[in-house]
């Protein structure tokens, strides 16, 4: 499946839009996750805990969303984009989204 975040593909037509795509996933870190990253943002610096969490969700959303256009039949992905947000104070939402469609090489 290919998803990028232009609206078009280099020497590719849409011949069938398919309609919107999307994956949602909603993580939490553990209570031992939230200590170790609370102990460390008191010395600043990257919070690793939390970068691997969040690195580990967007693959999950972007893996949900290929699902999403395969199961419609499609073949691509457009103008894909990613959005998160806080839920709470210990849980954080990410959602992958695009166009699903059928493309094909130009003739």
């Given amino acids: 499946m290919l998803v ?4 078009t593909v280099a020497g590719a037509r849409i011949r069938e839009m398919k309609g919107q795509v999307f994956g949602i996933v ?8 939230n ?3 609370g102990l460390r943002s008191l010395g600043g610096g990257e919070i690793t805990e939390y ?3 969040l ?3 967007r693959r ?5 969303m290929v ?5 419609m039949g499609a073949n691509a992905v457009l103008a894909m984009r990613f959005d998160s947000s806080e839920l709470g104070q210990m849980m954080s939402e990410i959602v992958a ?3 699903a469609c059928i493309i094909e090489p130009e003739a």
Wanted: glycine residues 12%; charged residues 20%; proline residues 3%.
């Fill in 60 to 64: 999950h959303a972007l893996d949900r």
């Fill in 4 to 7: 990028v975040t232009t609206p």
């Fill in 97 to 99: 989204y695009g166009t």
């Fill in 35 to 37: 200590i170790m990253a």
């Fill in 67 to 71: 699902q999403n256009a395969q199961s």
């Fill in 55 to 57: 690195e580990e969700a």
């Fill in 26 to 33: 909603v993580r939490s870190r553990g209570l031992g996750g």
């Fill in 51 to 53: 970068t691997e969490m």
